[in-house]
Nanobody
Framework: QVQLVESGGGLVQAGGSLRLSCTAR???????MAWYRQGPGKQRELVAV????????NYVDSVKGRFTISRGNAKNTMYLQMNSLKPEDTAVYYC????????WGQGTQVTVSS
């Protein structure tokens, strides 16, 4: 059974940066994984996808050039480096497979103040 654990969120001013971490307990290697977010009153949306262990990445238009998804040195970990944060990035961030294959973790709250 795979348990997803997200961490690294917090309160940051607009323009600031955060790095989120995802650990997939029960997996030896993360090859295809994604970050999602759910803002207040919004549906969960796919933000960034990593395939081939990070060889290929894709991002939703609203975060392109600001967010970077990558796999950690521990191959069952993944990161989301978020720069130039905006208030509209405020959300709970989750990791999961690109198809939402695993049970959802608790997520990590990111709050960006203006």
């Amino acid at each position: 059974q795979v348990q997803l654990v997200e961490s690294g969120g917090g309160l940051v001013q607009a323009g600031g940066s955060l790095r989120l971490s995802c650990t997939a307990r029960g997996l030896v290697v993360i090859n295809n994984m994604a970050w999602y977010r759910q803002g207040p009153g919004k549906q969960r949306e796919l933000v960034a996808v990593m395939t081939g262990g990070g060889a290929n990445t894709n991002y939703v238009d609203s975060v392109k050039g600001r967010f970077t998804i990558s796999r950690g040195n521990a191959k069952n970990t993944m990161y989301l480096q978020m720069n130039s944060l905006k208030p509209e990035d405020t959300a709970v961030y989750y990791c999961n497979s690109p198809t939402g294959l695993y049970s959802w973790g608790q997520g990590t709250q990111v709050t960006v103040s203006s």
